[in-house]
């Protein structure tokens, strides 16, 4: 019985040896795995949803565009924009990006090659508060994205051109409806056109180079409502009643969108020869289904009722969300009707 146990001590005692050495021998092995999983956390973290290559990401080889799956998740919120109303405020925008772009943007003062810009249009909720009347986010209207191009890559696709990639999507299914860009995104984005179509004075955290193209006439959100003002002209200022003041007021307020020379279509469809003409009928321009399929006549009437209201005499129509305030003096309407009566 002592021998046995003696044999079994020296068991023990050989096990322990032989763990130690087990132990010295698998400690370099451990650190250097500890090491290469630390370095291989440390390379996928700094690689990040900041650095997501968006082409690779969500958009296919002929350039269709899908909602970003992880947003906001990599993204950071960069500014927003309050669309007044006779109401109050009619929607509000809100916009993202990524923090590279931002970072890039910074330095060079400009969105570079693959920036992803991500919109988010809300309607309002309203009510007084102590501060004053206040308004809201309240539930999503759409959403628009734009991806920086600046190789060309999708020549003959109608969602890419001067320079970016351009989309909107349904905000309950997040597919995208847009067409076309000129019709469908890039109207609201006439103004920024210096300024590479966007608004970038609007969002701070881009620094001082952001603020390069502030508009001249941009005036501080608390002072008392003035005669509106577009590209440093008050509307109908100096010009009169009738046909003259038609033609400035349509330079000022339409023409961004809208030409009156015949077959001249842009952002809107040519407006020669459009009193008395079907809705949705004049040639070369891709009108949405709403206007294609309205049974309206551009009669006097009619011009001054879709003027005052876009988004009411023909629903959905793509004018009611790119100008939904609407002309909302009645002068300054009946004066640009009177004008386009004379365009043929």
């Known amino acids: 019985m002592p021998l046995r146990r003696k044999d079994v001590r020296g068991n023990d005692n050989w096990a322990s040896y032989m763990n130690r050495q087990h132990l010295r021998n698998a400690g370099p092995i451990t650190i250097a795995i500890g090491l290469l999983l630390f370095a291989s956390g440390c390379k996928d973290t700094d690689r990040g949803p900041t650095g997501v290559d968006a082409y690779s990401s969500f958009v296919n080889e002929g350039g269709d565009i899908t909602f970003p799956a992880d947003f906001p998740n990599g993204y950071v919120f960069i500014g927003s924009w309050a669309v007044d109303s006779s109401d109050g405020v009619a929607d509000i925008h809100s916009v993202y990006t990524r923090p590279v772009d931002v970072s890039n943007f910074k330095e060079t003062g400009k969105f570079l090659d693959g920036a992803v810009l991500v919109k988010e249009v809300s309607g309002t909720l309203g009510a007084k508060h102590t501060t004053g009347n206040a308004f809201w986010a309240h539930e999503t209207k759409t959403w628009f994205l734009m991806i920086k191009d600046s190789k060309q890559r999708y020549p003959s696709n109608p969602l890419w051109g001067d320079g970016w990639g351009w989309a909107e999507f349904d905000p309950a299914t997040k597919k995208q409806i847009s067409t076309n860009y000129k019709a469908d995104c890039q109207g609201c984005h006439i103004p920024a056109r ?63 969108c809208h030409s009156v020379t015949t077959g001249g279509a842009g952002i809107g469809p040519s407006l020669a020869g459009v009193v008395g003409r079907k809705a949705g009928t004049s040639p070369g321009y891709a009108y949405s289904p709403a206007m294609s399929n309205s049974e309206v006549i551009w009669t006097p009437e009619n011009i001054a009722k879709h003027l005052e209201k876009p988004k009411e005499l023909i629903p959905e129509n793509r004018m009611g969300n790119l100008f939904p305030r609407g002309v909302q003096d009645a002068k300054q309407r009946g004066d640009i009707v009177a004008y386009l009566q004379t365009v043929r």
Request: net charge negative; aromatic share 8%.
């Open 194 to 256: 210096q300024s590479d179509w966007v608004y970038a004075y609007a969002y701070p955290v881009l620094g001082s180079k952001g603020q390069a193209n502030l508009p001249k006439d941009a005036v501080m959100g608390d002072r008392a409502e003035e005669t509106p003002v577009h590209g440093g002209v008050i509307a109908g200022q100096g010009a009169g009643s009738g046909v003259a003041a038609g033609k400035v007021a349509f330079g000022v307020t339409c023409a961004a």
